[in-house]
C-alpha cells in the first residue's frame, strides 16, 4: 500500500497496558516544577496566519523555550531519570540512541543528578547535533547505521555494561521507562489547561502531532482521551514520507517497520519502527495519519519565521514544524483533498499545533530561511 495517508477509525479507549498504569500514576509536572528555571512553555496565537489559511484560530505552543534546551525533550529525559534514581541511588551510567534532541536530554538530566552519560547516534546525525550533546559532558558514539540500528547498539552495550537504557522508545519486555518517558512528555499537554486561559482547552478542534517513534504523540493521545473521551480533538498523526511507521502500522493493523529509506531533513521524526507504548494509544485515539515531503516542513519553517502582520516570529525547526507541515501538505496538496474534506477544516476549525523545538541544528535552520526557491 502507499497511499500518504490513513483513516482511522478509533474506538477511543485507552488500552489497559503497563503505559497506562504509569500514565495514570505519575505527576510529572509536579517534579518538574521544582527544577531550576521552569515556566510553562508558551502559547502563541497566530491571527494572520489563521486568515491566510482561512481557519479558524491557530495556536502553536513553543517548546524551544524549555529550559534552555530548545526543545521538548528534556521532560521526559529529566523525569524519567528522577524516578530511576529514587528506586536505584547507586546507578552511575545512563545510554540512549537519538537523533539528537533525547540525547542532549539524557545528556543534561544524567549531569544534573551528577550522572554519566552515553549517546548513540545514526551516521547521519550533524556535527551540530553531536557538539551539543558533548557540550553536556556525555560520551557521543556515532554508529555506522540509521536510528533503529543506534537503539539495537544503545540496548547491547547498556546490558553488557550494566547502565541503565532511557530509550523513549518501547518494545516488548522494554515499556517502563519509554513509558515514565512519556508520562515527562504529559507535562507540556497538562501546561494547555493553563495556556489557553483565553479560550478553553475544549475549543481546539483539529491537534497535529508530528511523530518519529510516536511517544510525544502517544502522550498527547493519553492526555485528551484521558480528558474528554470520545468528545476529544480531531488528532493527525504526521510522519516524514521517508521514517513512516506509524502510517505502515495502520495500514498493516500491527506494529510495523517503515520501509523507507530513511532520508529526511526531520531529523527528530527519522525513525523506522513505532513505540510499543505509543502505538496503543496512537491507534485507539487518533483521526488520521499522513507522510508528508521535507519541503512541508520547509515552507512551515519560513511560514512561522515570516509572519505576516502583527503575528509573532516563531523559530521552529524541521522537527518542530511537523505537524504545521502536515497542515499545509493537507491544504495545499491534491494528494490530502478527501483528508481535508473529511477533517472538515473551515473559517472556523481551530487548530493547535506543538511546536516541539527551535533551530536545534542552525546551520540548517540558516540554509531553509534564506532560501526561498523550496520545491522539494
Ligand atoms: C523536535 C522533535 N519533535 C518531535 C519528536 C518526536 O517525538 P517521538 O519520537 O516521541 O515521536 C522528536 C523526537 O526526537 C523531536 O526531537
Not at 119 to 130: E, G, L
Not at 182 to 193: I, S
Not at 361 to 376: E, G, L, P, R, S
Amino acid at each position: 500500500m502507499n497511499s500518504n495517508y490513513y483513516k482511522n477509525s478509533p474506538n477511543n479507549i485507552i488500552l489497559d497496558d503497563i503505559t497506562k498504569e504509569i500514565l495514570e500514576k505519575h505527576n510529572a509536572l509536579e517534579f518538574h516544577a521544582t527544577l531550576q528555571g521552569y515556566k510553562p512553555t508558551p502559547l502563541i496565537h497566530l491571527p494572520e496566519l489563521s486568515k491566510k489559511h482561512n481557519v479558524g484560530n491557530i495556536y502553536i505552543k513553543d517548546e524551544s523555550h524549555r529550559f534552555g534546551l530548545n526543545a521538548f525533550k528534556v521532560l521526559g529525559a529529566s523525569y524519567a531519570i528522577h524516578q530511576l534514581l529514587a528506586k536505584n541511588p547507586e546507578s552511575e551510567t545512563f545510554c540512549t540512541a537519538t537523533d539528537g534532541n533525547h540525547g542532549r536530554a539524557v545528556a543534561w538530566s544524567a549531569k544534573k543528578f551528577g550522572k554519566k552519560a552515553v549517546i548513540y547516534v545514526p551516521d547521519d546525525t550533524t556535527a551540530q547535533r553531536i557538539k551539543v550533546i558533548e557540550n553536556e559532558g556525555a560520551k557521543v558514539i556515532q554508529i555506522d547505521g540509521n536510528y533503529d540500528d543506534a537503539c539495537q547498539e544503545a540496548e547491547k552495550t547498556s546490558k553488557a555494561n550494566n547502565w541503565i537504557l532511557v530509550q523513549d522508545m518501547a518494545w516488548e519486555g522494554y515499556e517502563e521507562i519509554p513509558a515514565l518517558i512519556m508520562a515527562g512528555y504529559l507535562t507540556l499537554f497538562k501546561e494547555l489547561e493553563e495556556n489557553l486561559h483565553t479560550s478553553s482547552d475544549s475549543n481546539v478542534d483539529i491537534v497535529f502531532l508530528q511523530a518519529g517513534v510516536g511517544s510525544m504523540a502517544g502522550a498527547g493521545v493519553y492526555y485528551y482521551l484521558n480528558k474528554y473521551g470520545a468528545n476529544r480533538p480531531k488528532i493527525v498523526i504526521v510522519e516524514p514520507k521517508e521514517a513512516d511507521g506509524i502510517l505502515l502500522s495502520f495500514q498493516n493493523n500491527k506494529l510495523s517497520t517503515s520501509v523507507g529509506n530513511s532520508t529526511t531533513i526531520m531529523a527528530g521524526l527519522n525513525c523506522g519502527t513505532p513505540s510499543l507504548g505509543a502505538w496503543g494509544l496512537l491507534k485507539n485515539g487518533t483521526d488520521y495519519s499522513i507522510r508528508i515531503k521535507d519541503k512541508y516542513a520547509k515552507q512551515a519553517i519560513r511560514e512561522l519565521y515570516f509572519p505576516t502582520g502583527s503575528d509573532k516570529r516563531i523559530i521552529s525547526g524541521e522537527s518542530g514544524v511537523g505537524g504545521v507541515a502536515g497542515f499545509l501538505a493537507i491544504m495545499n496538496d491534491v494528494d490530502f483533498q478527501t483528508v481535508k474534506e473529511s477533517l472538515d477544516i473551515g473559517s472556523k476549525t481551530n487548530i493547535l499545533f506543538i511546536s516541539t523545538e527551535g533551530d536545534t541544528d542552525k546551520k540548517v535552520f540558516d540554509q531553509i530561511i534564506n532560501d526561498n526557491k523550496i520545491d522539494n
